[in-house]
């Protein structure tokens, strides 16, 4: 309807234009060459109008006569282009399926048809690696060093080779090397990381992290985790050299990186006791018991009490579980207090709510201390021992990286290495590592052995953080 109307607007427009021209008054005369030639004036408006098409014509032909031959050139390098990004394409996918074979026919393909190095040399050094030639496919990678739109793709390509050859050193190099280039990219960061982290250098580990997270590789938490891991293995060393001062500051920087994280917890709470401060640390620990239920707490409380009767200990103890008072550990360290207190009745019932559901190898050490203190009866303490060997594991510590089960923390995953990933819970089944002191059998004891059972249970966070160990 509208491209109608319009042809009829240009149809008129045309018309009256024609009526104008011809309502045009006057002839035009010249002379030329002996002759007198005299024209309507309308009729010359209409000749002009021809002489300036036919014009136009010609110089369209003449101009279309010059172009083609760079337009069919032009043409057939377009076509040519296209073969080649197609064939770049196949080879990529080749790549990514594995096929080593057709990988490298594309490649020779794209590199003949585009003849531009900085397209088809990232094709020709990943065919050569799935081909396993690493000393051409290191050849393409340093080759693209040379110009700067493919230098950060050789550096990417160079770093991986060296973290598989597992030369540190030279990886090291390449990723900082690749930072100049590009300081944001996540995955520079990443490996910076990861490489400083294998060194053991916390402090640079712990200065990328910032970077990591505003590049959103890592979210929050995840950064404040790993941030405090890195403060508690600084923690570990400055102890293992006997800078208790400079391992104190450490713990109090995991804590505040990470205030809700079981390990910081724990690791503030023994700074705490370990400086003198015991009232912070049992205001802090009473705060965290109904989210944090855990036997190093527990101990680093019973360290933190003032000296004094056993019952008001155990009213100490009472007043810090009361937040949490149904939870297996609240039980425990009630029936460990009443123990101490020798109040026998109070600890088995608490031992028995504790077992509700399934003893675990702490519950039949503490029945078996309950039996021979009350009792006097070696025997039934012996045969409480001897049920730990098929009892539940105590709860342990658990890396959400690589699923890894261990009895004791450590800041570095002692299975993959990755920071800040032990979750403290329940043991899923046997294959938790036990802790040093664990049942190793269910042999009988002296009652001496009975009554000197460990106070610190499997757990084993309270020995990793509140000592001073030795790292290797």
Not at 223 to 234: C, I, K, N, S
Not at 448 to 468: H, Y
Request: charged share 25%.
């Amino acid at each position: 309807m509208i491209r109608t109307f319009l042809y009829l607007a240009l149809a008129g427009l045309l018309v009256l234009a024609a009526l104008q021209i011809a309502d045009i008054p006057g002839e035009v005369a010249f002379d030329w060459q002996g002759w007198r030639i005299v024209l309507p004036a309308p009729l010359l408006v209409l000749a002009l109008i021809l002489f300036a098409a036919i014009s136009v014509l010609i110089y369209r032909i003449w101009r279309g006569f010059t172009r083609t031959p760079g337009a069919i050139v032009a043409a057939h390098r377009r076509a040519r282009r296209e073969r080649g990004y197609r064939a770049l394409t196949q080879g990529m996918v080749a790549v990514a399926a594995g096929d080593a074979q057709e990988a490298r026919r594309q490649a020779k393909r794209a590199d003949v048809l585009l003849n531009e190095p900085p397209l088809t040399m990232l094709l020709s050094a990943q065919t050569a690696q799935l081909n396993g030639d690493e000393q051409a496919a290191k050849r393409y990678f340093t080759a693209m060093l040379e110009r700067e739109e493919t230098a950060f793709l050789g550096l990417r390509g160079l770093l991986i080779q060296a973290q598989k050859d597992g030369d540190r050193a030279e990886a090291m190099r390449l990723a900082e090397r690749a930072r100049r280039l590009q300081p944001k990219t996540p995955w520079v960061l990443g490996t910076l990381y990861d490489l400083h982290v294998a060194e053991k250098d916390w402090r640079s580990a712990a200065g990328l992290l910032d970077g990591l997270a505003k590049s959103r590789a890592i979210n929050g938490d995840v950064a404040g985790r790993r941030r405090a891991a890195l403060a508690l293995l600084r923690a570990e060393d400055a102890r293992s050299n006997g800078d208790d001062r400079a391992g104190a500051v450490a713990a109090k920087e995991a804590f505040k990186s990470a205030p809700g994280w079981l390990p910081a917890i724990i690791a503030e709470a023994a700074a705490l006791a370990d400086g003198g401060k015991n009232r912070n640390a049992l205001r802090l620990i009473e705060r965290s018991w109904a989210g944090h239920s855990h036997p190093a707490l527990a101990e680093i409380y019973r360290r933190a009490l003032p000296e004094g009767d056993a019952v008001k200990r155990v009213q100490q103890i009472e007043k810090l579980v009361a937040g949490n008072a149904g939870h297996p550990q609240s039980q425990i360290a009630l029936a460990r207090a009443m123990l101490d207190a020798d109040l026998w009745g109070s600890a088995r019932t608490h031992l028995e709510k504790a077992a509700a559901e399934g003893e675990t190898v702490e519950i039949c050490r503490l029945m078996a201390r309950l039996e021979e203190g009350e009792n006097k009866d070696i025997d039934a303490a012996n045969r409480c021992l001897r049920r730990a060997a098929e009892a539940k594991p105590d709860p342990g510590w658990q890396c959400d990286a690589c699923g890894g089960q261990f009895a004791k923390f450590s800041p570095d995953c002692p299975g993959c290495g990755a920071l800040g990933t032990l979750e403290w819970g329940e043991a899923p089944g046997p294959a938790v590592l036990s802790a040093p002191g664990a049942l190793d059998g269910a042999e009988d004891i002296n009652p001496p052995a009975v009554i000197e059972a460990p106070v610190v249970n499997s757990g084993g966070v309270a020995e990793s953080l509140t000592s001073k160990p030795q790292r290797e």
